[in-house]
């Protein structure tokens, strides 16, 4: 699996730099995506780290933006647009999240007479 890093907005020093130091994973994740103002909508996730993720986003959105993140198994995450580009946007989150609960599986059903 891929291994990069993704730095929340406060590790971008003042002059442009920044200081990656969480690992991500590439994956495929859907989540809802709302900024404020408009509808809800469902985003693919290309890679998710503690500090923020990269999703699909095919409108135009300005850096800075506050967005609401809601992954399954984490639950709704604040962040704000650190990039976007190309149909794609970088969102760096408020708080840390635990990336690996975004993987864990949904819940399995019981098969019957087990």
Do not use: C, H
Not at 8 to 32: E, I
């Amino acid at each position: 699996m891929d291994r990069y890093s993704f730095e929340p907005l406060s590790l971008v020093s003042d002059d442009g730099s920044t200081q990656r130091n969480n690992s991500r994973d590439s994956l495929f994740l859907a989540a809802k995506l709302t900024v404020t103002g408009l509808p809800a909508e469902q985003v693919r996730v290309r890679n998710l780290s503690a500090g923020g993720l990269m999703a699909e986003y095919p409108s135009p959105i300005e850096p800075g933006t506050t967005v609401l993140v809601d992954l399954r198994g984490i639950g709704e995450i604040r962040g704000r647009i650190a990039w976007a580009t190309d149909g794609r946007i970088g969102i760096a989150f408020e708080t840390p999240i635990d990336p690996l609960r975004a993987r864990k599986p949904v819940g399995m059903r019981q098969q019957p007479g087990r």
